[in-house]
């Protein structure tokens, strides 16, 4: 995983350059909460095109355990966090009628933070920084 943030955005990147079994998932976003990239900034974009599609039980932890404590790292600012996808990924988010209910709750207003998923990266940075709705 590479960390990368771009001042100039205000942007914070995190890369998975290569597929990583799944098992390893839960520590490497628990070491997003620890990059010092990732502190400064409440616009985040996590490029996961190359992760293997998602599992529910994965899923459901991203968006109710990890997003909050993420969002809590970037108080008083709101967390805008984009995932950049595989189109084949964002096919199997919108297909599977279980996945599909925890990221449209994940979407809903009420958060302390805003998610939103992309396969396209420069629709994910606009609307990362406010340029995009």
């Given at each position: 995983?590479?960390?990368?943030?771009?001042?100039?955005?205000?942007?914070?990147?995190?890369?998975w350059?290569?597929?990583?079994?799944?098992?390893?998932?839960?520590?490497?976003?628990?070491?997003?909460?620890?990059?010092?990239?990732?502190?400064?900034?409440?616009?985040?974009?996590?490029?996961?095109?190359?992760?293997?599609?998602?599992?529910?039980?994965?899923?459901?932890?991203v968006?109710?355990?990890?997003?909050?404590?993420?969002?809590?790292?970037?108080?008083?600012?709101?967390?805008?966090?984009?995932?950049l996808?595989?189109?084949?990924?964002?096919?199997?988010?919108?297909a599977?009628?279980?996945?599909?209910?925890?990221?449209?709750?994940?979407?809903?207003?009420?958060?302390?933070?805003?998610?939103?998923?992309?396969?396209?990266?420069?629709?994910?940075?606009?609307?990362?920084?406010?340029?995009?709705?």
């Open positions: 995983m590479e960390f990368a943030y771009r001042p100039d955005l205000d942007l914070f990147t995190a890369r350059p290569s597929s990583t079994a799944a098992s390893t998932a839960r520590d490497e976003y628990e070491a997003l909460l620890q990059a010092p990239e990732a502190l400064g900034t409440p616009h985040w974009l996590l490029d996961v095109r190359r992760r293997p599609v998602m599992s529910l039980d994965s899923a459901r932890w968006t109710q355990d990890w997003l909050p404590r993420a969002a809590a790292l970037v108080l008083p600012a709101r967390l805008r966090l984009a995932f996808v595989a189109p084949v990924r964002a096919e199997n988010l919108r599977d009628p279980e996945l599909r209910a925890v990221m449209d709750a994940a979407y809903a207003a009420g958060h302390a933070f805003d998610l939103r998923t992309f396969t396209d990266e420069g629709a994910a940075v606009a609307w990362v920084l406010g340029q995009l709705d």
